[in-house]
């Protein structure tokens, strides 16, 4: 199944014609959601978390993250845009955020909001869950990146008690910016800047609250160029009001810093969470109060959807942090704002189920165990599956065979020829051959 096949929306997506079955992506893919079959990948799409690890990794640029249009804003009366702090990054420090602000204007929004100021607000909030909520266990997750939410409720789903409660930035400042114009009305449309595809699939089927205040998120990497144009033509306005403490949430350990909590961990990169977690699970991390956890090296500003190199990206951010004041007056500004909290629960998130029957799921894992322990178990992956249990899985539900394994290919070759060599032996002379 493809994820547009998917009953929830994905925004990883795979594009067929640029595929070449070479699965570089199975052995990264970190909940074993992507198959190569006849010469093809596929995304399984209930174990898909939007991570992007694919899209970063595949060779051949055959995953791909689909967002919103630019052309999207003329539909609405009103268009605000909502940037990532990470867009600041993309561009070199003799463009001030003052003129990528200003180069939003030129692109055609009316208004801009910085999600970083947001991300104070949220920083508040999370301290005040560090200080005075007892009732959640210890460490706190930060719900901030989306893959790591959803590789909790699906490869972690003791953890999901430990993640904060709270809404992300993103979705913080496109709630202020309606409270402020009274977006009830028709009209007004509040656009995010991301450089995220799990952001993009998130305000389509959020977590932990029913419905997003945005009305469409735009891809990073699709806007760069036509607001690079635009930064050199705008006239520089004062627009930027975020402080320190929220443009430092595109990076890692700006959380932590943030927060200001000498407890906590900050962990980036897919493969290194899914360590910690694990760790967290076998009850390793006792000491600690808080887990700054990202799917993308070096945080936000790894997006799969971002220009520069991260790294590059990162010490620029952390220049422009630099003179930036310590704090907006956004937090004060915007107190009346409501409640930050989840108003839905998270839930866990079966990989795949089965059966719908239980006795026959029962069976079939039994069945599984048996295909895997006759599987060579050296999860080379030459299969298409990414280990040899995930092809004994495809087995047990029809969609691989066992001689998809080389190994056992190999050897039923060599029976065969055994079997040819004993006809050949057995022959009566004289036999027309």
Request: charged residues 25%; aromatic residues 4%.
């Amino acid at each position: 199944m493809s994820a547009e096949d998917s009953p929830a929306p994905h925004s990883v997506l795979l594009d067929p014609e640029k595929c070449v079955g070479c699965t570089t992506c199975i052995k990264k893919c970190p909940t074993e959601a992507i198959r190569v079959r006849k010469g093809r990948a596929s995304i399984i799409a209930e174990r898909c978390i939007d991570c992007g690890e694919c899209i970063r990794t595949c060779p051949h640029g055959a995953k791909r993250a689909v967002s919103d249009p630019l052309s999207m804003i003329e539909g609405y009366r009103v268009k605000v845009a909502v940037p990532a702090p990470t867009l600041y990054s993309q561009y070199d420090e003799g463009r001030s955020v003052n003129r990528v602000l200003s180069g939003l204007l030129e692109l055609g929004f009316d208004e801009v909001f910085e999600v970083a100021e947001a991300a104070e607000i949220v920083t508040a909030a999370t301290k005040a869950l560090l200080a005075h909520d007892g009732t959640l266990p210890r460490p706190l997750i930060s719900s901030a990146c989306p893959a790591v939410v959803k590789l909790v409720q699906l490869r972690f789903p003791s953890l999901i008690p430990h993640l904060a409660p709270l809404i992300p930035p993103m979705e913080a400042a496109a709630r202020i910016v309606k409270d402020r114009l009274h977006a009830g009305e028709d009209g007004v449309g509040v656009f995010f800047i991301t450089p995220c595809a799990g952001k993009v699939t998130v305000t389509r089927a959020p977590l932990g609250y029913a419905r997003s205040a945005l009305d469409g998120v735009i891809g990073l990497r699709d806007i760069y160029l036509p607001l690079r144009a635009a930064i050199a033509a705008a006239p520089e306005r004062v627009l930027a009001h975020a402080g320190r403490m929220g443009l430092e949430w595109a990076r890692t350990e700006g959380e932590c810093e943030a927060v200001g909590e000498r407890r906590s961990i900050s962990v980036d990169g897919i493969g290194n969470v899914i360590g910690v977690l694990e760790a967290l699970e076998n009850g390793s991390m006792k000491d600690l109060v808080y887990i700054e956890a990202l799917a993308c090296p070096a945080g936000c500003v790894g997006g799969p959807l971002t220009v520069e190199n991260p790294y590059i990206a990162k010490t620029r951010l952390r220049n422009r942090e630099e003179s930036a004041p310590p704090q907006s007056a956004g937090p004060r500004r915007y107190e009346s704002l409501g409640d930050l909290g989840w108003t839905e629960a998270v839930k866990a998130r079966s990989a795949l189920v089965l059966d719908p029957d239980m006795l026959k799921a029962l069976v079939m894992m039994e069945e599984i165990e048996f295909r895997a322990s006759g599987l060579p178990g050296l999860d080379c992956g030459s299969c298409g599956a990414p280990s040899c249990k995930a092809l004994a899985e495809d087995i047990v539900r029809g969609t691989a065979i066992e001689s998809d394994c080389v190994f056992k290919l190999r050897d039923r070759v060599r029976e065969l020829a055994k079997e040819l060599m004993a006809l050949e032996e057995i022959r009566p002379p004289g036999l027309d051959r």
